[in-house]
């Protein structure tokens, strides 16, 4: 059982931006995708959350496609993107209740954890604010919290640091680290190398729609076949000979 992506090739047009990509996420795993500007991480979780369909391979969670049973697929699955996106119309209260009817939860369970997720992330006393009020800051915790309400198998989290201060950045690597411990398998791209490497044990290193190399630490060392344990000096070996030729 896990989430599967396999010989994938896809993006926005005929001309595919992914090339043959394949990875796995296991369950109790965090597994980071790193990659430059314009590598194609966007592109692949798009694709895993449904938002674009692959042109060749497949995309599986616990052996099921978004094809063979969309309701299973989408179960399964919680996704914080990189920009929130919330409705102008609805205030907070009414986002939580939205998130509760589309994943079909029970009302009273959830709202129990709604609440104790709203008190992490300071937003308890402003239940009936509209996002207009809100920072970007305050709208990313928003979408953490919708996000957190179910209990997923699988997380995809593009970037979720961009405008978090410090204490909501400490206390979303604490709800990650809660939601591996329970068994759920996280799938999360982002550019700080330094958290990557503290939190991941997976790492897949996408460059020009390709994976340019994929493992846990020590085998992304021997591939980049330097010495140093630093995620950055890895990273950097790697990639640095590809910046001139794109």
């Known amino acids: 059982m896990s989430l599967e992506v396999k010989n994938l090739v ?6 595919p931006v992914l090339k ?3 990875f796995q996420v296991e369950p109790g795993q965090i597994v980071g995708l790193i990659g430059l500007n314009g590598a194609g991480k966007s592109t692949t979780i798009n694709h ?33 993107p990189e920009m929130p996106v919330l409705y102008t119309e609805l205030t907070l209260r009414e986002h939580l209740d939205l998130t509760i009817m589309a994943y079909k939860l029970n009302r009273q369970q959830a709202w129990k954890k709604a609440e104790r997720l709203l008190k992490i992330f300071r937003l308890d006393n402003k239940l009936d604010w509209f996002p207009a009020k809100f920072s970007k800051g305050m709208r990313q915790k928003v979408m953490i919290v919708c996000a957190f309400l179910n209990d997923s198998n699988y997380y995809v989290i593009d970037e979720p640091f961009l405008g978090l201060d ?11 680290a809660a939601e591996k411990k329970r068994g759920a398998g ?9 958290t990557a490497q503290t939190e991941c044990d997976y790492f897949i290193l996408l460059h020009a729609g390709k994976i340019k190399a994929q493992g846990n630490l020590a085998k992304l060392r021997q591939q980049a076949g330097i010495t140093s ?14 910046r001139y030729d794109e």
Do not use: C, W
Request: no cysteine.
């Open 186 to 194: 996280i799938l999360m791209s982002t550019h700080v190398l330094s």
């Open 20 to 22: 043959n990509i394949s």
């Open 48 to 80: 895993i959350i449904g938002l674009l369909r692959p042109q060749q391979g497949t995309i599986m969670i616990d052996q099921v496609s978004l094809q063979q049973n969309p309701q299973a697929y989408k179960q399964s699955l919680a996704y914080i």
């Open 10 to 15: 896809g993006g926005y047009s005929q001309i």
């Open 166 to 176: 410090p204490l909501a950045t400490r206390d979303l690597l604490h709800l990650i």
């Open 229 to 242: 344990n630093q995620l950055d000096d890895i990273y950097f070996a790697l990639t640095e000979e590809d």
